[in-house]
Nanobody, 118 residues
Framework: QVQLVESGGGLVQAGGSLRLSCAAS????????MGWFRQAPGKEREFVAA???????TVVDSVKGRFTISRDNAKNTVYLQMNNLKPEDTAVYYC????????????WGQGTQVTVSS
């Protein structure tokens, strides 16, 4: 069974940085695509970034130039480096995994809270 554990969330002032980590177990990490999603209070969960097994990556337009997704297959971990954070980035951030790039995400972590104060 796949397990995903996020960490690295917290409270930061606008303009600050955080790096989220997601440690995976229970599957062959290097063969799976990974994604980050977020859900703000009262809003739908939204896609943030994804990275393929070969490190092809994409991010949503609202975070381009500020967020970077990366992975370390030796550590079974995917990262989300978040710079120049804005109050509108406040949300619970989730990582998820899919066996196919662009496919449905079928395993999810429990989430980590990111709060950006103005």
């Amino acid at each position: 069974q796949v397990q995903l554990v996020e960490s690295g969330g917290g409270l930061v002032q606008a303009g600050g940085s955080l790096r989220l980590s997601c440690a995976a177990s229970g599957h062959t990490f290097s063969r799976y695509s990974m994604g980050w999603f977020r859900q703000a209070p009262g809003k739908e969960r939204e896609f943030v970034a994804a990275i393929s097994w070969s490190s092809i990556s994409t991010v949503v337009d609202s975070v381009k130039g500020r967020f970077t997704i990366s992975r370390d297959n030796a550590k079974n971990t995917v990262y989300l480096q978040m710079n120049n954070l804005k109050p509108e980035d406040t949300a619970v951030y989730y990582c998820a995994t899919t066996p196919k790039w662009g496919g449905r995400y079928d395993s999810w972590g429990q989430g980590t809270q990111v709060t950006v104060s103005s």
